[in-house]
């Protein structure tokens, strides 16, 4: 991992102060430290889950029936992970990276499915990987259609940000020039195989304003320094020995690491954040010690907070104190408010009768990617915002009833038909009463009130998520597929693992938590860059442009700290 882990004793205030403390180790909170570090301040990670260290991940290599159960989960899996067992990525052989759900409770007001990484690193290292760049088609929706409040920047405000994050992680893709989803710096990208071209030439010829290509991914096409190329092995979700695709363990923290200015403290529980009210600044963190259940506190002039949406939220509202009785830095009520998530749910496919004559050759660690297409220019839906579609073609092998041994053997040497596959994200709108709050009873076992989630989807989300099935049937038919099945469920918010927006960015303090960096305007040593920040949700994969507020953040904060502002 580039450095150990170091604890931190309490033995005085002095050894507990650091220039800055980054609550989190996730995507975010990986970048924090490492920008942080090499800005050259001497930093303190915290993090509630246990270590795991980059190359050391258990199952990364091992063979499916090295697993008790083949890769399923068991009826006792099920029973001890009732929330984190509801999402598709919850398997045998990465459960040890998840939260105990049974330890960690929280309240659901309406169904939420918070699934949370329990580990350094946290969901850099259970994420799907998809990069895609906000446009202003995204930071101005707010503004144009009243939705919300307006994003303070722009896209030229982050587009060399993005510039600077994508060339560290490496990110594969191809140049397409689509004015609202914008090129980034890229790897070479992987390859659409012969039933995604097909579909590709379809859908871009009967639907001018649709494109299909391949999807952007942070996964290395070429090696750089310290990480593997991809080998396409398709276990991503069990922690990549090579570093072939970006987290935390891989990446940000040796980076951080090698500066030799970083701290990590696993197993602590952020409990508040101390507000010295004479400075009008945050002084530190209270936390407690998961292995010895005492009670610590660490000190600094700065502090990031990247726990994720829901407990960052969580965390600012327990940092009540006699300045800001509701929440630390919530005057303006948003604290919590405003919870996003997309919508998804959408299984469509269809049987391709041609192309016998083709086949392809190994795994990708990507899909192929429809970008969104309504509603860009003008409002010609009964819906607002967008969607896009994910794709991807492969050749099937049916055995039907052919036995076993030889027969089904012969069988299985002879390809299918090819199948067109097609899947969807969209975007929800911000909704002040989908929000984050503290149960005033009820308590978890280490004496904090409970989290209680209200989150709903609602008429916007239900139309555009009945288009989705639409549109996607009438593709399929528009390519002359047969034995066309379309299930279009809507998810629960929190399925999409994209919870966003409990602490919003804005122009005005009245009805945002931060400005423009991410800074709070109430506390000016405080800043939140994880998905918490969000002002709207596009329908886009968000982790990238976390990645690029988080470095923007920590390039402001840190001359903002040398000019003395904060």
């Known amino acids: 991992?580039?450095?150990?882990?170091?604890?931190?004793?309490?033995?005085?205030?002095?050894?507990?102060?650091?220039?800055?403390?980054?609550?989190?180790?996730?995507?975010?909170?990986?970048?924090?430290?490492?920008?942080?570090?090499?800005?050259?301040?001497?930093?303190?990670?915290?993090?509630?889950?246990?270590?795991?260290?980059?190359?050391?991940?258990?199952?990364?290599?091992?063979?499916?029936?090295?697993?008790?159960?083949?890769?399923?989960?068991?009826?006792?899996?099920?029973?001890?992970?009732?929330?984190?067992?509801?999402?598709?990525?919850?398997?045998?052989?990465?459960?040890?990276?998840?939260?105990?759900?049974?330890?960690?409770?929280?309240?659901?007001?309406?169904?939420?499915?918070?699934?949370?990484?329990?580990?350094?690193?946290?969901?850099?290292?259970?994420?799907?990987?998809?990069?895609?760049?906000?446009?202003?088609?995204?930071?101005?929706?707010?503004?144009?259609?009243?939705?919300?409040?307006?994003?303070?920047?722009?896209?030229?405000?982050?587009?060399?940000?993005?510039?600077?994050?994508?060339?560290f992680i490496g990110v594969s893709g191809s140049r397409e020039g689509i004015a609202h989803l914008p090129d980034g710096l890229f790897q070479p990208p992987f390859e659409l195989n012969s039933g995604e071209n097909f579909f590709k030439g379809v859908i871009e010829s009967k639907y001018p304003d649709h494109k299909l290509i391949i999807g952007r991914t942070a996964n290395l096409t070429r090696p750089v320094a310290g990480r593997g190329q991809c080998q396409a092995r398709d276990l991503c979700h069990r922690g990549c020995p090579y570093g072939a695709y970006f987290s935390t363990n891989s990446s940000t923290m040796p980076a951080a690491f090698a500066t030799g200015r970083l701290t990590l403290r696993p197993d602590t529980l952020v409990n508040r954040i101390i507000y010295d009210e004479e400075k009008k600044l945050a002084r530190g963190v209270e936390v407690l010690d998961l292995e010895t259940l005492k009670t610590y506190e660490f000190y600094s002039s700065l502090l990031f907070i990247n726990a994720s949406t829901v407990a960052s939220a969580f965390i600012l509202l327990n940092s009540a104190c006699r300045a800001f009785p509701n929440g630390l830095g919530n005057g303006s009520d948003q604290v919590g408010r405003n919870l996003m998530d997309h919508h998804k749910g959408l299984s469509a496919s269809g049987e391709l009768e041609g192309l016998k004559d083709w086949y392809y050759y190994g795994r990708r660690p990507v899909p192929a990617y429809i970008p969104r297409f309504r509603n860009l220019y003008r409002q010609e839906a009964n819906f607002l915002r967008g969607y896009h579609f994910g794709a991807s073609a492969a050749r099937h092998f049916d055995g039907g009833d052919s036995g076993i041994g030889a027969s089904l053997k012969d069988v299985h040497c002879e390809p299918g038909p090819w199948e067109i596959s097609l899947y969807a994200f969209g975007e929800c709108l911000p909704y002040k009463e989908n929000r984050v709050a503290l149960s005033k009873d009820k308590k978890n076992r280490w004496g904090q009130p409970l989290i209680q989630v209200d989150c709903e989807f609602k008429e916007n989300e239900h139309k555009m998520h009945e288009d989705m099935g639409i549109h996607a049937r009438e593709m399929l038919e528009a390519a002359g597929l047969r034995n066309i099945r379309v299930s279009n469920p809507i998810s629960f918010p929190g399925n999409a693992n994209h919870e966003m927006g409990t602490a919003r960015m804005g122009r005005d303090p009245g009805s945002s938590v931060l400005n423009a960096f991410n800074q709070m305007h109430e506390v000016k040593n405080v800043f939140i860059t994880d998905g918490s920040c969000m002002t709207s949700s596009n329908c886009v994969n968000p982790s990238l442009t976390y990645m690029a507020l988080t470095a923007r953040a920590c390039d402001y904060a840190v001359r903002e700290l040398k000019k003395g502002n904060i």
Not at 112 to 133: E, H, M, P, Q, T
């Open 1 to 167: 991992m580039g450095g150990d882990t170091v604890f931190v004793n309490n033995r005085s205030k002095k050894e507990n102060s650091f220039d800055a403390i980054v609550i989190g180790s996730g995507i975010t909170g990986g970048w924090a430290a490492k920008e942080l570090c090499e800005k050259g301040l001497r930093v303190l990670m915290l993090e509630r889950g246990e270590t795991v260290r980059h190359p050391d991940y258990p199952t990364a290599t091992k063979d499916p029936w090295d697993f008790q159960h083949r890769l399923k989960l068991s009826k006792e899996d099920r029973e001890t992970h009732p929330i984190q067992s509801r999402h598709w990525s919850f398997r045998e052989d990465n459960k040890h990276f998840y939260i105990k759900d049974l330890e960690n409770p929280y309240m659901e007001s309406k169904r939420f499915d918070w699934i949370r990484g329990n580990v350094v690193g946290g969901r850099s290292l259970l994420w799907s990987r998809a990069c895609y760049r906000w446009s202003d088609l995204d930071f101005e929706a707010n503004l144009k259609d009243g939705h919300g409040v307006d994003w303070p920047i722009r896209y030229k405000d982050i587009a060399p940000w993005y510039d600077y994050v994508e060339s």
